[in-house]
């Protein structure tokens, strides 16, 4: 349905003074309906012929008074707005019901349905759990603050600094991301232009031809081209006649109950959402590098181990080989010694297809074609040593150190705007405005002021049926910020258990690296003993192979370890929200 009200000038602003109760309490907004009793509910004095006033921070929206100034005006709730008074137009006489109108329009553009926002709280603990915490204790990990740098940096490698710069300046999925956030910032500047009047200007020209043969072509045929009419002037009525035209359309779409302003909150929490998201994705990039980097290195710390046992095998087999002729040694002593220098040769393919797959997948990071840096990494180099000091801070800080947890924020106020958008929509809904310009059979006189046409107006559109359609929306809108606050949660909640898990992940291994440095102590030691009884003849040539197998085992288990306890920090980094602001 909607109302039209015809324009009207409007007389100087003045200034009114209100007394204005508050309740506590907002349960919900109806600022349209207005009536005038003596009754003790919600009221104001009006000081001032006819005029009308809305007070910021109040929870009421009033009318004129007709019956005069001091008259009480009872009105329903209002939400809050910003504690400020506005300037307001007084009129006097017939024309005080047009300016409750219009003032009472721009009295409403100052509320705004729908839940407000309010950061959640993420619940964490103040401290580690115990496991947590005796974990720390074994592995150099502290509750200070995380130092302002990139975590990377902290591993002393270039070679890694390098990859994770490269990674970040040339990576396609990154840079999607930040095609998303210019998507996200463009839509919060549409919804931002919906606050503003719309102007738009046209011109046209039209070439008209009555049909003879209806009424009306009929009755201009037959007046001919001028009609004289004695005491008028000549009327000119052609057929066909051409009509030019030139004009503008304004139209302003008054936010009474607070649609479009709480669309743009939804597109600020959009944009947020998209730059938190880019920033994860950033942060997981990092992690990935670092883990593919760790990975390689570790993979050729284990080729290089295998190189040198079999090489130390090969040895063995040609010291049987002496004995043998020397008719000390028997061929089965030989043929032992060759079939484990295969054994550990066999496992060297698996060892390079593991380079190969991690060049290619840190080639493909850097937005890089296959084998692209298989010059650069190719050289065997030892795994980077992990920080002396690795600080994690507290849990408390995860909500804000994380950006997937900040992200499930901007989405949840995403979601809580949109509530009050469906809420609004339940509401009539006014827009000012209407086309202006000129119009004339020849474009001579276009411009003539006598040329002018205007229709303005306001238009009020009250939805009356809509099927359920706007009361569903409201109820999905509702929905979905709940499941947004669910996700918030969950969020935080995985956030706390991925540090937990990396943290016991990493003691885990470094724990087993401690003590496989150790064992490949002791296994060296055993093999030497090993060789010197074979060479002395006290011993077999098969307890010298049972000691290089073990301490080929052990050595491939601690370089997998050092390798494995890399990956453990990395992932530690990336759940506390690594890849610290430099």
Known sequence: MKLGVSAMPFPAPVRV????????????????????????RPWMRVRGAHGFFARA???????????????????????????????????????????????????????????????PASGLPSGWSASAQASAARTGVTTAEPEA?????????????????????????????????????????????????QLSGNFGYTATQLSETTPTGAVFTSLGTTVHIPGFPSVAFPNPYSQYQLGFNAAWEVDLFGRVRRGLEAAKADERTAAEASQ?????????????????????????????????????????????????????DVANAEAQALTVEAGLPALDRQVTQDVNALSRLIGREP?????????ARPLPAAPPAIPIGLPSDLARRRPDVREAEARLHAAVARVGVAQAQLYPTLTLGGPF???????????DWASRFYSLGPTISVPIFEGGRLKASVRLQDAQAKEAALAYRSAVLAAMHDVEGALAAFTADNDAR?????????????????????????????????????????????????QAAAIDLAALYKALGGGWPT
Do not use: M
């Open 514 to 562: 401690t003590t496989l440095q150790r064992t490949v102590e002791r296994n060296r030691e055993a093999r030497d003993l090993a060789r010197d009884r074979y060479d002395s003849g006290l011993g077999s040539f098969i307890e010298v192979l049972d000691a290089e197998r073990s301490l080929l085992q052990n050595e491939l288990s601690l370089a997998q370890s050092a």
């Open 437 to 447: 310009g000129f119009q004339s059979q020849g474009v001579d006189k276009l411009t």
């Open 149 to 197: 740098q990139a975590w990377w940096a902290g591993f002393q490698d270039p070679e890694l600094s390098s990859l994770v710069e490269r990674t970040f300046a040339a990576n396609l999925d990154l840079k999607q991301s930040v095609e998303r956030i210019a998507e996200a910032r463009a839509a919060r500047q549409i919804a931002a232009a919906g606050l503003w009047p």
């Open 280 to 332: 994860d994705l950033k942060l997981s990039l990092a992690a990935e590098a670092a883990q593919i980097y760790f990975d390689l290195r570790g993979a050729q710390l284990r080729r290089a181990v295998s190189v040198q046992e079999i090489a130390a095998v090969r040895e063995l087999s040609d010291l049987a080989r002496q004995r043998r002729a020397a008719g000390l040694s028997s061929e089965a």
């Open 57 to 119: 921070g109040a929870r009421t929206i009033v009318g004129a008074s007709p019956d005069g100034p001091g008259r009480r005006v009872r009105v329903g709730p209002c939400p809050s707005v910003d504690k400020q008074k506005a300037w307001v137009p007084a009129f006097a006489g017939k024309s005080g019901s047009v300016a409750v109108f219009f003032v009472a329009s721009a009295a409403l553009a100052a509320c705004a349905v729908g839940p407000a926002f309010k950061r």
């Open 17 to 40: 003074k209100t007394v204005l109760p508050r309740e506590s309490g907002d349960p919900g907004v109806f600022c349209p309906r207005t009536h005038t009793d003596d009754t003790d």
């Open 371 to 379: 084998d692209a840096l298989r010059a650069e990494l190719e050289a």
